[in-house]
């Protein structure tokens, strides 16, 4: 069975950081990444990982701020995000795809992800 264990949220504040992680468990998988979603709003794609060579894909919202990194050994993936603002706070979920995929107009597709984590709650304060 497949399964997506996030963890790491929490509260900070603005200019903060916070480390997420995801495990996941029961397959492996070609591409991984991370969504969002705040109160009111949908679900935006956040970041990428093909797994096999590391290729990363960020949201233009969260460039230069946000790294997406994995640990092969335990099948693993985590977001680091630096500089926090208010509007990163959201419930923050993990996405794993059997498919690989090749630009961002794919990786940023929920459609494109077959299995989600329950989420993890992120609030930045000002």
């Known amino acids: 069975q497949v399964q997506l264990v996030e963890s790491g949220g929490g509260l900070v504040q603005a200019g903060g950081s916070l480390r997420l992680s995801c495990a996941a468990s029961?397959?492996?998988?070609?591409?991984m990444g991370w969504f969002r979603q705040a109160p009111g709003k949908e679900r935006e794609f956040v970041a990428a990982?093909?797994?096999?060579?590391?290729?990363?894909f960020y949201a233009d919202s969260v460039k230069g701020r946000f790294t997406i990194s994995r640990d092969n050994a335990k099948n693993a993936v985590y977001l680091q995000m630096n500089s926090l603002k208010p509007e990163d706070t959201a419930v923050y979920y993990c996405?794993?795809?059997?498919?690989?995929?090749?630009?961002?107009?794919?990786?940023?597709?929920?459609?494109?992800?077959?299995?989600w984590g329950q989420g993890t709650q992120v609030t930045v304060s000002s």
């Open positions: 990982i093909r797994w096999s060579v590391g290729s990363t």
């Open positions: 996405a794993a795809a059997r498919s690989t995929y090749y630009s961002v107009s794919d990786y940023s597709r929920r459609a494109a992800y077959d299995y």
């Open positions: 029961g397959r492996t998988f070609s591409t």
